[in-house]
């Protein structure tokens, strides 16, 4: 043993043996040193402790032993999930299939993928829901970035229980909207593995986490002055106006709407008519009285 193996040992970092070293097995045997990341982490332990700990998986929780080998909790997922038999053996450390890599790498695929959706069924149950909420006192899924909600806790949900429909949100209590995940390794998290009904649930068996609205709203001002009321409901329903034009336009449906200042001059070019003729009709009906 050499002067280095010995320090790394006393201060409890081994050293990784050099590519072209070797190790030796139980029986004392010389065999090759191959690097931890060579090998799929279905084969270095436990998928579903490896599964947890692997970056981007902080959202996710630990699924019980008990809950994955009742048939009855994977009811239907047989038909969503390529090489299920083989994926379950996987998730459930019982996989022992002599094959390629490339079919192993398909396996573990839908390992994750089936690991995902057995977990949307389980923080829907009194175990799961529990699990969940200690990372969400925790403040593991992040924290709202509205100013006037002080940091509060998010919760993962899905906009749709279909798969590779939307990733994964963050849902706040306390302004009930959603936000985007602010890491890119858990923007690409499926929505499907956590579900829709997931919060609603938590919050009606846990009601006293149901926090207190923010009615408090950021008010617009110029100067120290609040903007006119009037200003603001303008620009909100010009807003809207525009948006529900293009929303036809894109539905290949005619808007119909046309600008204040222009309506008249349109219909004048539509009827074939300039601006003085109209003036000159006007004039000659009395001004446009049309009274009797």
């Not at 089936?114 to 829907?124: D, M, N, P, S």
């Amino acid at each position: 043993m050499d002067n280095a193996t010995v320090v790394a040992i006393l201060t409890g970092n081994p050293r990784e043996p050099a590519a072209h070293e070797s190790t030796s097995d139980s029986r004392g045997a010389s065999v090759p040193f191959i690097p931890e990341h060579i090998f799929p982490p279905s084969i270095l332990g436990p998928f579903n402790s490896q599964f947890i700990s692997s970056r981007g998986n902080e959202y996710f929780c630990e699924i019980d032993v008990e809950y994955l080998t009742d048939r009855f909790n994977l009811t239907g997922l047989n038909t969503d999930v390529q090489y299920y038999q083989y994926a379950l053996d996987l998730v459930t450390d019982v996989f022992h299939l002599d094959c390629d890599a490339e079919t192993r790498e398909q396996i573990e695929k839908s390992a994750r993928h089936l690991y995902g959706l057995v977990h949307a069924r389980y923080i829907t149950t009194t175990r799961g829901l529990a699990k969940m909420l200690e990372k969400y006192k925790k403040g593991d899924f992040g924290k709202c970035p509205r100013v006037d909600c002080g940091a509060h806790p998010l919760l993962p949900t899905g906009m749709s229980d279909v798969a590779l429909t939307q990733s994964v949100k963050l849902y706040c209590a306390k302004c009930e909207d959603l936000y985007n995940p602010k890491s890119s390794r858990h923007s690409i998290i499926d929505g499907a593995y956590f579900g829709t009904s997931f919060t609603n649930i938590l919050f009606q068996v846990y009601p006293a986490l149901v926090p207190e609205k923010s009615i408090k709203r950021y008010e617009p001002k110029v100067f120290g002055f609040k903007v006119h009321a009037a200003a603001a409901l303008q620009r909100w329903q010009d807003k809207k106006r525009e948006e529900m034009v293009q929303r036809l336009k894109e539905a290949g449906v005619e808007a119909g709407f046309k600008e204040d200042g222009n309506a008249a001059d349109d219909e004048g070019e539509d009827m074939g008519i300039t601006e003085e003729e109209c003036e000159g009709e006007e004039a000659a009906n009395g001004g446009g009285d049309f009274g009797e």
